[in-house]
């Protein structure tokens, strides 16, 4: 059994900053990418940042110049540093994973999300 599990959300300041760190625990293969996604009232869950293999990244349009994504493959832990924090990005952000478990033999390639962690930022 695999599970990811976040910590670092809370209240903040419009303008502060926050970390979020996610590790990943279990019997674990391989992680190929990790990601932060965050969905707020009413809204869909959407695409923070995203990390591959080799340390390609990607971030929404959003938080790009404020939001840095970054691994600990050593401690299959990935974070989220938010800078200047504005009051839209509220919510609660969820961390995902692509890895390969052991099954039976094989490696089951498998899809993994956390329980969230919630980020409030107030004017």
């Known amino acids: 059994q695999v599970q990811l599990v976040e910590s670092g959300g809370g209240l903040v300041q419009a303008g502060g900053s926050l970390r979020l760190s996610c590790a990943a625990s279990g019997s674990i293969f391989s992680i190929n990418a990790m990601g932060w996604y965050r969905q707020a009232p009413k809204k869909q869950r959407e695409l923070v940042a995203h990390i591959r293999n080799g340390d390609s990244t990607n971030y929404a349009d959003s938080v790009k110049g404020r939001f840095t994504i970054s691994r600990d493959n050593a401690k299959n832990t990935v974070y989220l540093q938010m800078n200047s924090l504005k009051p839209e990005d509220t919510a609660v952000y969820y961390c995902?994973?692509?890895?390969?478990?052991?099954?039976?033999?094989?490696?089951?390639?498998?899809?993994?999300w956390g329980q969230g962690t919630l980020v409030t930022v107030s004017a």
């Open positions: 995902n994973a692509d890895m390969g478990i052991p099954d039976a033999g094989l490696i089951r390639y498998l899809e993994v």
